[in-house]
């Protein structure tokens, strides 16, 4: 992107004062993390740096975010020399406990979860000029991304679009709750070191989403920011490859206070194959996707629309404010579908407003199934709403008939709302950061959906007295690890037989694993039963568990109850922050502050991007296509279509510019949205000239490779097309090939359709490979373009 | 807001209470401007009738669908007549408003539990012979009717009424 004019780089005054809460300095400093990464889990401590400059004393509010799937089992606070280390208490025992304390003049320190990935500190009673560190220790699974592993640490709280019913109520609004104040640019600066220690030597260490720097020594790394700190504006994200992938099978943890977890990893081996679907693509085209996101997006789904098996149905629903389809009702994917949707799709722009992902989800969800395919549904969205409990609930009630898989646009993709689509739908999530080519995910997430998978996954463990978490286990995909928790019950001094036995309904019927259970090699560590802890509130919380599967609905009052006491007993047992549980950490003072603390809440930056808001060293710039009808005006849009207090510094005095970006679409793409339903390619202008071919008449060795073949001239136009396309991605999109892997595919069962001759297609293949050559295309690196 | 002698003192617990909110809640309220602090400091803090009047009000809009801001605007009027017309949602106090017999009613910022106190004006807004009536909302759908001719019961006791009709009201399915 570049600017019109050279921008200006604004002074660390002017940066400061863009987050001044009416005039007064923000307390908070710094935000430090150091991470360890061993195994499949990341422990993660986070220090918060707050120092009050003020001559009063304050309370000082800071709302951040954390890994949804993380499990908070530590807060401890510094005040100069004095620590007071963090108890969990249940949530409103916990801020009464705040409240009497701060109105006796002692300090005090709580930590609120607000949603599983957004958090709430309060600092009650900063004495003038006081110095005070918050600790927040977090542990987490890292997640599978291909052939690495993916650690992430969300460092923003975008604004969340909340619907009428999240607006209003008594008391403090969730919109509110969820939305801190924001500013452009905030003067506090996050420093980061990450430790890797692998199981066998490192591969590859890179994070797609920061500079970074790196020193690995054979099976450890060391990771920092290659500018010594960060802006809180986007999640940081790191990828780390094993020459030897990770692989856990089943492990057993002992913690110090006797209890025993189990962890199994399942790795199922499936068949590859692919099947005709009915699949509803929902683009989410609120105002929040404006810029590079919806663009993405648009790439995604004609790239989807590609790879879709013949015999399938499908539809795109795009939504904001409103919603609209495409088409009524799912139509049957075939030539003439696929031009309307192509078309549609090319001008699809983030012009609905605001992101009321309930109405079109319900109408999808509702309609009738078509041709008893399996429905699928792909989700495309930044998930920046405050409503994710009633979405997944709406999911979960028809994950019989719907598996829903998602993919998280953006610099700060509400994970917990895309993961738990995936938990509730029975699919699965990805996350594409700006900059990262959106098609090989979507490519994944599309052969998830068309492949076959273990459904109704039910686990036995055998031999040992356990309680499963996830209470309910997910669909399990073929080559792609799943982890199952249990707390194990009962002694393990003596050597006794044990197993997990997964039953699941596959492909081609029940199949059946089993796997020994090693009590007798219990390792001492608390990781494990803490992993079981936070899996197994996720299920009270996300309305999973075994209490949720029982009460029927006029019960649910009573159920409520049973739940939130469950919640309850298991945080405070295992020591974690919940919805219903809080941190609290007490500072008793021999001289109690006096006066009343002055509120200064901590503004975030705003996530990088967000509405195709852009920062460039201190300009605000608005990104769009030059495809797409410029955006209208988002300072409105953001009041109008988002929650936000009155006073929000989005734009600040900055100047705001237009900035056209030119499109970047490469050759594979062109190719792309030239292959027909049946997979096939046309030999054409278009072709020709993405192929950088002349004219045709380079194709006469390639016609006479198929003079002996019985077919029509049309056919052999086809084939010979059909065939260069082939050649083309294999020789000089190598790098990309998960993207077209399934293109391909189709290809190629084209190709053997039409010359049942195995000969001839050789033969076929061999001379548009020698046309290639010859034309020395081979050394536009394109698919890099 | 100067302390009144001899009146009520609730804890910050029993003014929740009383309120039918969370002391979260309370502390938002003060905080936000949306009822004064208390009085004194520590655990001698206080609040009294004024301020649950108060909690009661900005619950009774915010249950309404009023924004903090016009909630604001509203409080800093002495009556929030209009609000009577403008935005209470059907129910029971309009169906008592709309009783020809009962005159119409204004809710007064100085009521005792207002915006949950009625007053009947036969004769009108300002005529010295209203007959004053206070509403307390114990539960959705049920409600306490006082005239000025009675004394309402101490906090203690209104609380434990209030307690015994929400739980001999309580639907059958969700009693423990």
Redesign the interface.
């Known amino acids: 992107m570049t600017p019109i004019n050279p921008p200006l780089a604004p002074t660390s005054e002017e940066s400061a004062l863009d987050a001044r809460e009416g005039g007064s300095p923000i307390p908070l400093e710094s935000v430090s993390v150091e991470c360890s990464i061993d195994g499949f889990a990341a422990r993660t401590v986070i220090t918060q740096c707050y120092r009050n400059a003020e001559d009063r004393p304050i309370e000082a509010v800071y709302t951040f975010p954390l890994d949804e799937g993380a499990a908070v089992c530590a807060f401890e606070a510094w005040i100069g020399e004095r620590h007071v280390v963090g108890r969990v208490r249940d949530r409103?025992e916990a801020?009464?406990e705040y409240?009497?304390a701060v109105?006796?003049?002692h300090g005090a320190y709580l930590l609120d979860e607000e949603r599983a990935d957004v958090f709430t500190a309060s600092l009650g009673n900063v004495p003038p000029r006081a110095e005070v560190k918050l600790r927040v220790t977090t542990v987490a699974e890292l997640s599978h991304d291909g052939d690495a592993l993916r650690y992430v640490l969300p460092t923003t709280v975008p604004p969340r679009y909340a619907p009428v019913e999240d607006?209003?109520?008594?008391?403090?609004s969730t919109a509110e709750t969820l939305n801190p104040p924001v500013a452009l640019e905030v003067p506090y600066r996050l420093q980061l070191e990450v430790r890797v220690r692998g199981g066998s030597p490192l591969r590859s260490v890179e994070s797609p989403s920061h500079p970074i720097s790196v020193a690995i020594d054979v099976t450890e790394a060391t990771v920092r920011l290659a500018q010594c700190d960060a802006a809180l504006d986007r999640d940081f994200v790191l990828l780390v490859r094993e020459a030897e992938p990770h692989r856990l099978r089943a492990h057993v943890e002992r913690d110090d206070r006797g209890r025993c977890a189990a962890c199994v990893e399942l790795v199922p081996r499936l068949a590859a194959g692919e099947g005709p679907v009915e699949m509803i693509l929902v683009v989410d085209r609120s105002g929040s996707m404006q810029g590079s996101s919806i663009a993405e997006a648009r790439n995604a789904i004609q790239l989807c629309l590609r790879s879709l098996p013949q015999g399938s149905f499908f539809n795109v629903v795009g939504f904001g404010s409103s919603f609209e389809m495409l088409f009524p009702e799912s139509r049957p994917y075939n030539e003439e579908t696929l031009a309307e949707a192509s078309r549609h799709v090319a001008v699809l722009d983030a012009d609905l407003g605001g992101t009321e992902i309930l109405a079109p989800l319900e109408t999808v969800l509702k309609a009738e199934q078509h041709a008893e395919l399996p429905r699928v549904l792909l989700v495309l969205t930044d998930g920046d709403v405050t409503n994710t409990d009633p979405v997944l609930e709406l999911v979960r009630r028809h994950a019989g008939t719907t598996r829903v898989f998602a993919i998280g646009i953006g610099h700060g993709p509400s994970r917990h709302l895309l993961q738990g689509l995936a938990r509730a739908g029975g699919g699965s999530a990805e996350f594409v950061a700006p900059g990262d080519r959106l098609e090989a995910p979507v490519l994944r997430q599309v052969r998830r959906a068309l492949a076959p998978a273990l459904t109704d996954v039910t686990v036995e463990w055998r031999g040992v007295g356990a309680q499963p978490a996830p209470w309910r286990a997910p669909a399990l995909f073929g080559g792609e690890p799943a982890r199952l928790y249990a707390l194990l019950e009962g002694e393990f001094g003596v050597a006794r037989e044990a197993s997990v036995v997964v039953r699941a309904r596959g492909p081609e019927g029940p199949v059946e694993y089993s796997m020994p259970l090693e009590l007798d090699a219990v390792r001492p560590g608390s990781l494990v039963p803490t992993l079981w802890a936070r899996a197994r509130l996720r299920d009270l919380e996300e309305g999973s568990s075994e209490f949720h599967a029982r009460a029927r609905s006029?019960?649910s009052?009573?159920r409520a109850?049973r739940v939130r006491r469950e919640i309850v007993r298991v945080a405070t047992e295992f020591g974690l922050a919940s919805r219903e549980t809080s941190f609290i950490a007490i500072e008793e003072r021999d001289e109690?502050v006096e006066g009343?603390a002055v509120?200064r809440r901590v503004r975030v930056a705003l996530t990088r991007g967000w509405g195709g808001i852009d920062q460039l060293r201190g300009h605000v710039q608005l990104a769009y296509d030059l495809c797409s009808t410029p955006p209208s005006v988002p300072e409105s849009a953001l009041k109008s279509t988002f929650y936000m207090s009155?006073d929000v510094g989005v734009h600040g005095h900055r100047e705001r510019r237009i900035v056209p970006i030119a499109p970047t679409v490469r050759p594979l793409d062109r190719l792309v949205a030239l292959q027909r339903v049946d997979g096939a390619w046309d030999l054409d202008f278009a072709l020709l000239e993405v192929l950088g071919l002349p004219d045709e008449l380079e194709l006469v060795e390639a016609s006479r490779a198929l003079g002996e073949a019985a077919i029509p001239d049309a056919l052999i136009r086809q084939a010979i097309a059909t065939a260069l396309a082939l050649s083309f991605i294999e020789t000089q999109a190598a790098e990309a090939r998960d993207e077209w892997a399934l293109l391909a595919a189709k290809a190629e069962r084209w190709l053997a359709a039409h010359l049942a001759d195995a000969v001839v297609r050789i033969r076929l293949r061999d001379a548009v490979r020698a046309v290639l050559a010859a034309l020395s295309i081979n050394s536009l690196a394109w698919a890099k373009t | 807001m100067s302390e009144p002698q001899g009146k009520d003192r609730y804890a910050?617990?029993e003014l929740a209470k009383l309120g039918g909110?969370?002391?979260?809640?309370v502390?938002?309220?003060v905080?936000e401007g949306l009822i004064p602090?208390p009085y004194g400091?520590?655990?001698g803090?206080h609040y009294n009738e004024r301020h649950l009047a108060q909690l009661l009000r900005v619950?009774s809009l915010?249950?309404q669908?009023l924004?903090l801001?016009e909630i604001r605007s509203l409080l800093t009027r002495s009556t929030i007549k209009a609000t009577v017309n403008q935005s209470m949602t059907p129910g029971p106090m309009s169906a008592v408003a709309s009783d020809p017999a009962r005159g119409h009613y204004e809710l007064l910022a100085s009521a005792h539990f207002a915006p949950l106190a009625l007053r009947s004006l036969h004769s009108g807004p300002d005529s010295p012979s209203r007959s004053p009536w206070t509403r307390v909302e114990f539960a959705p759908g049920i409600e306490l009717h006082v005239s000025s001719d009675h004394r309402l019961p101490p906090p203690g006791r209104l609380q434990a009424l209030a307690e015994w009709c929400r739980r001999e009201f309580q639907p059958e399915?969700?009693k423990?």
Do not use: C
């Open positions: 409103e801020f009464e409240d009497d109105a006796e003049g607006r209003g109520g008594v008391g403090r006029q019960q009052a009573r109850k109690p009343e509120l009155d | 910050v617990g909110i969370s002391r979260r809640t502390r938002y309220y905080q602090p400091r520590g655990r803090r619950k915010q249950e669908g924004a801001g399915e969700s423990p």
